[in-house]
């Protein structure tokens, strides 16, 4: 019988679910489906029964998830896209200017932020939050000096 000291912690877990490189992002349903993202921008959903749904390779590292019906918003690196929840299938992606870091959904937007850093300058130069419509249409872009570590929006 093992010993609290050498108890081994995939031993104890009914269910173990693998993306195959190291999470940078995750992303929990209501109804109980997992998306995780990775480092090197491997997508992975599993539903609730640990069964996997869809595998995507975007590129690059995921940071950030953001839901609506069956659009899947995610920054992946550089990008914003958008994919089908259900199947996985990508809708649209578009480049910002530096990195894509959060997004959030906003009155019926998608709205994401992201920075450019220098590294002479150890800083962030210049920042954005860019507004899209849920079907990749650029609504606005809004730039500023500083950077905007996080977006949400609250609801009324």
Known sequence: MPTAGNMDLEAAAWMV???????SSLF???EGDLIAGGWDGRMRMWN???DVIWTIEAGDRVSDFARQ?????ATCGLHVSAFSYSSGEQLWSY?????ADELTIHNGQVMVVSSVYDIEHNDFLE?????????GELQWVSRMSERPW?????KR
Request: glycine residues 8%; aromatic residues 16%; hydrophobic residues 35%.
């Open 28 to 30: 929990q349903s209501q």
């Open 95 to 99: 480049a910002l200017e530096g990195s």
């Open 150 to 154: 996080t977006i949400f929006s609250i």
């Open 127 to 135: 920042s954005a939050v860019w507004c899209y419509s849920f079907t």
């Open 17 to 23: 679910r693998s993306l195959g490189q190291c999470v």
């Open 48 to 50: 609730s029964q640990g």
């Open 69 to 73: 019906d069956d659009y899947l918003f």
